[in-house]
């Protein structure tokens, strides 16, 4: 952790630093997921109460900072993969606060024409989102205010559908965010929801907290977004995997530490003894293909 937790009700100088930029429609008052993650990456734009949340998430999972570095790491390799195979558009739903290492920084890096729409429900994340982009980013990268849980109004927005060309292979990001979706929100028909809008050829780039681990303690870290803006819900490898129904999964299939093309692993990897989540890609096939699963 890049920064000391301060106690319920506490003020700090990150506190400062993210009362400075508040946006219209940001509530401090209970701990919101995105500044929750903010904080366990290390990161200042989080608050007291998000701080106070965390704490009792590491009371029961120390390991959960790790976890969450590592599916960052995913993150990168996934990108990197997609543009190596010739897609070059990027849905990104749920983003987060802005950290190191966003999709269009790393996609850029390869694919200078790469077009990234990035999603979330917290005004927050577009603040800082729209801070970070710059104007040479303007006609290649947007950012808009939307919930997951709105596949249709997502596909539908215009901003997006100014920088992403539908009729094209998109690779929809749902990095850490499926787990915030209660099971009687449907979270499986609400990625199936959204597949219906992508052409064949499309990616799933996919990460999931998994209490697979050890139960017992990925029900007590749950517990500590039980007053936050969204409960957390670790499914098992099975229900993950559920996810990828219809789709062509890239090997090596669905894993804790994913690495296709076989990219040196980061002393991280080696070092983390327990990986509460997996990470997965898969590939849209032709309406009249079979799936390989």
């Not at 993969?81 to 802005?98: C, H, K, S």
């Not at 104007?135 to 596949?151: Q, S």
């Not at 009729?167 to 449907?186: C, G, K, N, T, Y």
Request: proline fraction near 8%; aromatic fraction near 6%; glycine fraction near 8%.
């Amino acid at each position: 952790m890049a920064s000391e937790s301060a106690g319920p009700g506490d003020s700090s100088p990150a506190d400062a630093d993210a009362h400075a930029r508040r946006g219209p429609g940001l509530d401090t008052s209970v701990p919101h997921t995105a500044r929750m993650y903010d904080y366990l990456l290390g990161g200042k734009d989080n608050f007291a109460v998000d701080r106070a949340a965390v704490k009792k998430v590491l009371e029961a999972m120390p390991d959960m900072p790790q976890s969450i570095r590592l599916s960052r790491l995913f993150l990168r390799r996934a990108v990197r993969y997609a543009v190596r195979r010739g897609v070059t558009q990027f849905l990104d739903i749920g983003t987060g606060i802005p950290t190191a290492g966003n999709v269009h920084e790393v996609a850029h890096e390869l694919a200078p024409d790469a077009r990234i729409a990035y999603v979330d429900h917290d005004p927050i994340v577009l603040t800082h989102a729209r801070a970070l982009l710059s104007g040479e980013h303007r006609d290649r990268v947007t950012i808009v205010l939307a919930d997951l849980r709105e596949p249709e109004k997502i596909l539908a927005t215009p901003e997006i559908r100014d920088v992403i060309d539908f009729d094209r292979p998109v690779a929809l990001m749902l990095v850490s965010v499926l787990h915030f979706v209660r099971d009687d929100e449907d979270p499986y028909g609400l990625v199936k929801r959204l597949w219906a809008g992508l052409a064949p050829g499309s990616m799933l780039i996919l990460t999931h907290a998994s209490l697979d681990p050890d139960p017992e303690t990925g029900l007590a870290a749950s517990a500590g977004w039980a007053n936050a803006s969204s409960t957390m819900n670790m499914r098992t490898y099975d229900e993950i995997l559920r996810f990828f129904d219809g789709l062509d999964l890239v090997e090596p299939g669905l894993a804790a530490t994913w690495n296709p093309d076989g990219e040196p692993a980061e002393i991280l990897e080696r070092a983390v003894r327990n990986i509460w989540g997996y990470g997965g890609v898969a590939v849209k096939p032709p309406a009249d293909a079979v799936p390989e699963r």
